[in-house]
């Protein structure tokens, strides 16, 4: 069967270290990868898209890598800041001919001051 | 960015009662929208992909006469929760694709948590 996982525990990090979520996906084949941030009550804010020829995407503070062997994408956040605390939700996308996104359940993430 | 704008944020209905759902691109045109549901500590769950000018596509085991789409312009889709029950209750958001010269995005939509008492 088709699956996104993510970690559902939440992660819980002391500010100024590297959080790293991670999103595995089976019986899926994406053309590309997004993160979004999501807070309480609103809807998904996106981060990073990341193709499938890409192995690594960096946008200020954030990292993303993919790895389509593994079928799998990793997210880091370095120099974390208690307002980077939210859910992190990854979704694939460009599995057919539509932009429909399939996303995962998401990872909490609280940084601690 | 671009902006969606979905409406209202709230809403408390009885049950059997419809309510609408609007959702708006202010700065952009989206032939394509997409409506997701979302229970508490749950995934974005695709409901149905909204066609301007057409039909709208729904996912499997989505109800269409329950969940009535309509996307008549470029800028505005609207979702109808017909005959509400308690089990409707959830999380709705919206969102819209911009293609840029440069990147194709989604943008969402604000979310409305709608309660059926």
Redesign the interface.
Known sequence: SQKIEQNSEALNIQEGKTATLTCNYTNYSPAYLQWYRQDPGRGPVFLLLIRENEKEKRKERLKVTFDTTLKQSLFHITASQPADSATYLCALGGMDSSYKLIFGSGTRLLVRP | ?AV?S?HPSRVICKSGTSVKIECRSLDFQAT?M?W?RQFP??????MA?SNEGSKATYEQGVEKDKFLINHASLTLSTLTVTSAHPEDSS?Y?C?A?YRGVM?????????T?LTVV
């Open positions: 960015g969606v979905q394509t997409f997701y500590k749950k995934s974005l769950m695709l992909t999380f958001i969102s694709f990147n194709t995005e989604a943008f969402f939509g604000q979310g948590r």
